[in-house]
């Protein structure tokens, strides 16, 4: 069990496709661009912080990495255009936030095939109880989220009558180390797919 720990926050695993890469290696990250994303309005939910504390979250966080390859003027020689992190005690509980492709690179899949990557690591984890997330946005996050992570909104003013959802809806998904849950639903796989979604996977 000890091990275990160790291994899920120092996971090294990547997925590419075609130009495209997938790195959980937290330590090519550039908190820098990180840093100004942070700093943008596409990502409303978070604030810039000095670079020490932005190191700090990052070493404490399994990490994944969105990239293009090829750029021989960037770190590692690719171009740094999503994240994903999940906050988590490596056992039993995972909370997924700060998920976001650059404007630049959005409508291509790439949230899609970002978001289901973390859910393939998730469901490596043979005593998690529950991953969760917070997010504002009822008409396109909602939804995204339902279909790739089998999540469901466990709390919030849901849409009534044609209406929008208002608030923060709060959702989770429970997995086999629960109780009362006998194996772990597979939901959406989509890791090689092309599909593409026009969101910016944006999570509170």
């Known amino acids: 069990m000890p091990e275990m720990s160790s291994t899920v926050l120092n996971l090294r695993k990547t997925w590419t496709k075609g130009p495209h890469l997938i790195s959980t290696d937290r330590t090519i990250i550039p908190a820098t661009t990180l840093n100004t994303w942070f700093a943008s309005e596409e990502v409303y939910w978070a604030n810039p912080m000095p670079e020490e504390a932005m190191h700090q979250t990052l070493q404490n966080s399994l990490c994944f990495g969105l990239y293009q390859k090829g750029a021989p003027d960037s770190n590692a020689g ?45 469901e490596t984890m043979p005593y998690l109880r529950r991953s969760l997330l917070f997010t504002g946005d009822w008409r396109r996050s909602v939804p995204f989220y339902e279909k790739i992570m089998g999540m469901h909104v466990m709390e919030g003013a849901a849409p009534v009558d044609g209406r929008e959802g208002t608030g923060l809806a709060v959702m989770q998904r429970r997995f086999a180390g629960a109780p009362g849950v006998k194996s772990v639903e597979i939901g959406w796989t989509g890791l090689g797919s092309d599909s593409s979604d026009s969101i ?4 509170i």
């Open 78 to 122: 690719l171009d740094f255009i999503g994240f994903a992190r999940c906050i988590t005690d490596t056992t039993t509980f995972i909370y997924l936030t700060d998920v976001f492709v650059h404007p630049s690179y959005q409508g291509l899949g790439l949230g899609s095939w970002l978001v289901a990557c973390v859910k393939e690591v998730i």
């Open 200 to 203: 910016d996977a944006d999570v």
